[in-house]
């Protein structure tokens, strides 16, 4: 007893900072739950995401946090000199790849990328676990964290492929081309809850150390069960889906290339105009790569995009703008880890700032 008085109390470790931090995860959830709600006012919460939607997700998110990559590698010089045999390779063998699996049909690239995508949503959710669980230097626990963010991820998506179909798709309709016995996710809901009742059992016994962590695993949890478990729209889906993991990515990305100001890159030139530039040509690309999408294969929004069309092109273009996407699930495999040159100190701010914000 004695012991637990006098030990010392280690400090809340974050990223950025606790704004920033808070901001990123806490106000991407919480984002999604206000759009939930305006979306229940509007009389759209159990149907088809309304186009606002699909621009403020989507484009405006989705899209461009993907492209939000380039930041990071191709207008990075330094970045591209330390590695250029990856950066040249990725997405050529993704067009090639992509090309294969058109030809095997269109429904068999949709699944592939559909599970691709999964992989890497998942992954990225583990990932801000381990950035957390590095910044603050944790040597145990590994373990119940991870089973926490992957029962997170994972147990929505065995209840999805349990109870098929559902009134929202990954990509496009029938890119689950499995079901699985509804027993399985019965079976697999007591284990859900219980890991997630022991990663908060255990991090309210020890005092909340590590916030950022707990509430990247809270916000994962409830999201994905609301989106996916709870609710059964692609509206929820879509906004419950693309905020959280699009929005913490943006800006890591551009608080990371911020904090490389010294390094002499095309990226640092344009992050000198500051966040508004930043976003501005995300969005610009963004649009560039959705309107190529809906005039060559969706025709859905000539509203917004025109009504011209690109004819005969489905084959080779499909793959082709699939290849940021591709690049994006598997670059981002490496450029965030410790060994291929990420160092941690540019996960925050200066020092003066860190310590007014604890």
Same mark, same amino acid.
């Given at each position: 007893?004695?012991?637990?008085?006098?030990?010392?109390?280690?400090?809340?470790?974050?990223?950025? =900072?606790?704004?920033?931090?808070?901001?990123?995860?806490?106000?991407?959830?919480?984002?999604?739950?206000?759009?939930?709600?305006?979306?229940?006012?509007?009389?759209?919460?159990?149907?088809?995401?309304?186009?606002?939607?699909?621009?403020?997700?989507?484009?405006?998110?989705?899209?461009?946090?993907?492209?939000?990559?380039?930041?990071?590698?191709?207008?990075?010089?330094?970045?591209?000199?330390?590695?250029?045999?990856?950066?040249?390779?990725?997405?050529?063998?993704?067009?090639?790849?992509?090309?294969?699996?058109?030809?095997?049909?269109?429904?068999?690239?949709?699944?592939?990328?559909?599970?691709?995508?999964?992989?890497?949503?998942?992954?990225?959710?583990?990932?801000?676990?381990?950035?957390?669980?590095?910044?603050?230097?944790?040597?145990?626990?590994?373990?119940?964290?991870?089973?926490?963010?992957?029962?997170?991820?994972?147990?929505?998506?065995?209840?999805?492929?349990?109870?098929?179909?559902?009134?929202?798709?990954?990509?496009?309709?029938?890119?689950?081309?499995?079901?699985?016995? =509804?027993?399985?996710?019965?079976?697999?809901?007591?284990?859900?809850?219980?890991?997630?009742?022991?990663?908060?059992?255990? =991090?309210?016994?020890?005092?909340?150390?590590?916030?950022?962590?707990?509430?990247?695993?809270?916000?994962?949890?409830?999201?994905?069960?609301?989106?996916?478990?709870?609710?059964?729209?692609?509206?929820?889906?879509?906004?419950?889906?693309?905020? *959280?993991?699009?929005?913490?990515? *943006?800006?890591?990305?551009?608080?990371?290339?911020?904090?490389?100001?010294?390094?002499?890159?095309?990226?640092?030139?344009?992050?000198?105009?500051?966040?508004?530039?930043?976003?501005?040509?995300?969005?610009?690309?963004?649009?560039?790569?959705?309107?190529?999408?809906?005039?060559?294969?969706?025709?859905?929004?000539?509203?917004?995009?025109?009504?011209?069309?690109?004819?005969?092109?489905?084959?080779?273009?499909?793959?082709?703008?699939?290849?940021?996407? *591709?690049?994006?699930?598997?670059?981002?495999?490496?450029?965030?880890?410790?060994?291929?040159?990420?160092?941690?100190?540019?996960?925050?701010?200066?020092?003066?700032?860190?310590?007014?914000?604890?």
């Amino acid at each position: 007893m004695t012991e637990l008085v006098l030990a010392p109390q280690r400090r809340a470790t974050w990223l950025f =900072s606790r704004r920033i931090d808070l901001l990123a995860f806490g106000g991407s959830a919480l984002l999604s739950f206000v759009i939930l709600g305006i979306g229940a006012r509007a009389g759209v919460l159990h149907s088809e995401a309304p186009e606002w939607a699909w621009i403020g997700g989507v484009l405006l998110v989705d899209v461009a946090h993907v492209w939000s990559t380039i930041f990071r590698t191709y207008l990075d010089g330094a970045e591209l000199r330390r590695r250029p045999m990856l950066y040249s390779v990725v997405p050529i063998a993704a067009y090639l790849i992509g090309l294969v699996l058109y030809d095997a049909g269109a429904i068999v690239f949709w699944r592939c990328l559909a599970y691709l995508a999964i992989f890497h949503f998942i992954r990225q959710q583990y990932g801000w676990v381990a950035l957390y669980r590095n910044r603050a230097d944790e040597r145990s626990g590994r373990w119940i964290d991870m089973l926490a963010i992957y029962a997170a991820t994972l147990y929505p998506l065995l209840w999805w492929h349990a109870n098929l179909p559902r009134k929202f798709n990954w990509f496009v309709p029938n890119d689950f081309p499995f079901s699985i016995s =509804s027993d399985v996710a019965t079976y697999a809901t007591p284990l859900y809850w219980a890991i997630l009742a022991l990663y908060a059992a255990r =991090s309210i016994a020890q005092g909340f150390p590590n916030p950022g962590k707990d509430l990247v695993v809270g916000t994962t949890a409830l999201c994905w069960y609301v989106g996916i478990v709870a609710l059964n729209s692609d509206f929820a889906f879509t906004v419950t889906n693309v905020f *959280i993991h699009g929005l913490p990515y *943006i800006a890591l990305v551009y608080i990371y290339q911020r904090e490389r100001g010294e390094v002499a890159s095309a990226a640092n030139r344009i992050l000198r105009f500051g966040l508004p530039a930043f976003l501005m040509i995300l969005w610009v690309i963004a649009f560039a790569e959705e309107a190529l999408w809906d005039r060559a294969l969706w025709h859905e929004r000539a509203w917004l995009f025109g009504s011209w069309s690109i004819a005969s092109t489905e084959r080779w273009l499909v793959p082709l703008l699939a290849v940021p996407q *591709i690049a994006h699930y598997v670059l981002d495999g490496f450029i965030w880890r410790r060994r291929y040159g990420v160092r941690p100190s540019l996960f925050t701010f200066s020092t003066s700032r860190r310590e007014s914000e604890k």
